[in-house]
């Protein structure tokens, strides 16, 4: 055996602390992994020693989940039977155990997109990780997970409000402001409302809006336009809008012909066509496609069949929406201001004039939306390419039977 050979054996093997001293220097013990680096850590459970992340992953899937079992265990056993918690526990465990089993499979491909050890370091710190402080490779992992749906697996599915028992009751003043609702014990948390709240001020008659003239009879038209683009948006960002206030103004004002172009659409088909044209453009098709697009008709439905107060909730949420992009939006030029002030006004006025309408117009509106989405999903389904408003009826009539 030659001396080198020796020295690695003794150097591995090595596990007894020494007392350090210049002519007695500390032993350092080789990874047990790699068998390359020095060792800098000890497993918690095992005591085996290993250089880097790498090496700790790969050195036990069952060390490393064992592990993590026994201390989530130890924390259940300190809870009380009925506590809430453990249930949450106990999702995290079966979490971790699924993420293993997959980060097993190489034909998966995970395993190549782990973040590197600096990117983990800096997550565990506590630091704000952005897309632009991954590396090239760590980005191109990212966008095929983003691509494969990968990513959208561990987001939660989200619960329209709209589709909630409680927007059933959606219930406002005779002035259009929220109604003061007592809390029992079995009720959820009031600092997180189920359904968003109405107006905090009572809102102004129309007419003292817009004077002696009338309103325009287009406005069932232009609130399925503007309906279609808070539901849409609602949808991409998993009804949490305020995490991204900008950019969900900016996707409403991208979706709405009448918000983001100063549109006048005359029929819901040219609405619906409009706003199925922008969801399943290039902007957005690759949310979902013609699917999501004409799923989203259905939430429009929805949203005008709870009636005037659930409307004004759900414009009242979006004027919130408007205004907190305008306060957080740096840098815009003057044009874009100016569509955002008066994509705000539009919908406080269309506010107003909701709270003064009867049922019927909702559910005549609800049928002729329903209408489209079957005409849109018959040229879909076979296939079919061009505008098929061409077949539907012109002009105003469905202004006069709305």
Sequence with gaps: MSASALMADSIITSETPTSSSQLNPPSRIICRVCQKQFSQYTCPRCNTRYCSLPCYKSHSIRCTESF?????????KQMEPADETKQKMLDILRRFHSEEEDDSMEDDGLTDASLSEETIEKIMSGVEITFDDLSTEEKKHFQRAVASGQLSKMIE??????LKPSAKTISLSPQGTQLVQPVTPNE????????????TTALPPVNTLIGSTQPSPLLPVHLVDILYSYCFTLRVYNGEWESDAVGSTVTVMS???????????ETVSEAVAHCLE???GPAFGHMGGAQFGLAVLDDVASVLD?????????????????????KEMKGCDMEMKRKLKGGERKVYFLMCWVHEQGGEVWSSLVGLVMAEKNVAMEYVGNGKKGDWRKEERKGKVVIEEV
């Design 68 to 76: 993590m079992r026994d201390n989530v265990m130890e924390e259940m």
């Design 157 to 162: 599915p989200w619960d329209p409000w709209w």
């Design 188 to 199: 959820p948390d009031p600092a997180v409302p189920s359904v968003p709240p109405g107006p």
């Design 255 to 265: 979706v709405s012909n009448v918000l983001g172009q100063g549109g006048q659409p």
């Design 278 to 280: 922008q969801a399943c």
């Design 306 to 326: 709870l009636g005037s107060d659930g409307l004004v909730c759900a414009l009242c949420d979006l004027h919130r929406m408007i205004r907190n992009g305008m």
